[in-house]
């Protein structure tokens, strides 16, 4: 399984950016727990989101819950992150991540078997 990130860049506070996670080599992805991580310098990689691949569940970290938007396009196999009233703190290197089923562990980076290679997100005060 590989996954493709893409979409980081530089926004002011307040604004907003789309993230996007090409999923290939999977086969059918139905079963399939998708989440999104996020580590800046010095600090632990933190979980931001996570969702099934069917839709069924999706869940977020307190720091985005309200802003943040996990989703997926079956026709592209791509999740996507919609990130709204971004402010400094959410400054991070973003990383997607795949495992091949949901875990109540959703939260623990070291459930996801698959990694994306990260995309970096700045935001300017």
């Known amino acids: 399984v590989q996954l493709q990130a893409s979409g980081g860049g530089l926004v002011q506070s307040g604004g907003s950016l789309r993230l996007s996670c090409a999923v290939s080599?999977?086969?059918?992805?139905?079963?399939?727990?998708l989440g999104w991580f996020r580590q800046a310098p010095g600090k632990e990689r933190e979980f931001v989101a996570a969702?099934?691949?069917?839709?069924?569940?999706?869940v977020y970290g307190d720091s985005v819950r309200g802003r943040f938007t996990i989703s997926r396009d079956n026709a592209k196999n791509t999740v996507y992150l919609q990130m709204n009233s971004l402010n400094p703190e959410d400054t991070s290197v973003y990383y997607c991540?795949?495992?091949?089923?949901?875990?109540?562990?959703?939260?623990?980076?070291?459930?996801?078997?698959?990694w994306g290679q990260g995309t970096q997100v700045t935001v300017s005060s």
């Open positions: 991540a795949a495992r091949i089923s949901w875990t109540l562990n959703f939260r623990s980076a070291s459930e996801y078997n698959y």
């Open positions: 080599g999977g086969g059918t992805l139905f079963n399939y727990a």
């Open positions: 969702m099934r691949w069917s839709g069924a569940r999706t």
